[in-house]
T-cell receptor, first 115, second 115 residues
């Protein structure tokens, strides 16, 4: 079965600094990968996803993630964060790929942006 | 477009009591999911419905948890009797269909505390 590891439980960063949230998954076969964001007292929202094609995917609010098959990673990056990016971020993988859309989530990374 | 609705938002019960959660998915969404999110962990799928049929309940503790989706719309998740380890946030999500390309939309969750 698939598993997802988010290497950092908390990431503190100052406003306008760059950030990287790390995610590794267990399988070397074809996968579909997702990043979800959870703002305080809200439900999870899809941030971006990789299904196929270009290994670099972008969100509308400046985040990007790169699919690296050889390292089984899907790290999330943003070159300059804002206070409003403070949230919990979850990496997820589909299991099995192309199946019933079952998602396996990592434990989450809490991003805290300080002024 | 209205999002996924859940009620109640918070519930405190004693162990061995029963509790029920309600979910109303986005109109027209055929697939409905219930997740359990224990503090410090990512969401874990409990059960997935396609219309009013179950497609995956492999991680549902069937001795105490039950779920139904009458008429393929609203859904109810029940725990009877509750244990201390059931303390968690219960998330409901829906998607148009069950394929991997269909985004899952999450409700705000119900936070259950079992004392």
């Amino acid at each position: 079965a698939q598993s997802v590891t988010q290497l950092d439980s908390q990431v503190p960063v100052f406003e306008e600094a760059p950030v990287e949230l790390r995610c590794n998954y267990s399988s070397s076969v074809s996968v579909y990968l997702f990043w979800y964001v959870q703002y305080p007292n809200q439900g999870l929202q899809l941030l971006l996803k990789y299904l196929s094609g270009s290994t670099l995917v972008e969100s509308i609010n400046g985040f990007e993630a790169e699919f690296n098959k050889s390292q089984t990673s899907f790290h999330l990056r943003k070159p300059s964060v804002h206070i409003s990016d403070t949230a919990e971020y979850f990496c997820a993988v589909s299991d099995p790929p192309g199946g019933y859309n079952k998602l396996i989530f990592g434990a989450g990374t809490r991003l805290a942006v300080h002024p | 477009e209205a999002g996924v609705a859940q009620s109640p938002r918070y519930k405190i019960i004693e162990k061995r009591q029963s509790v029920a959660f309600w979910c109303n998915p986005i109109s027209g969404h055929a697939t409905l999911y219930w997740y359990q999110q224990i503090l410090g962990q990512g969401p874990k799928l409990l059960i997935q419905f396609q219309n009013n049929g179950v497609v995956d309940d492999s991680q549902l503790p069937k001795d105490r948890f039950s779920a139904e989706r009458l008429k393929g719309v609203d859904s109810t998740l029940k725990i009877q009797p509750a244990k201390l380890e059931d303390s968690a946030v219960y998330l409901c999500a829906s998607s148009l269909e069950s394929g991997y390309a269909n985004e899952q939309y999450f409700g705000p969750g119900t936070r259950l505390t079992v004392t």
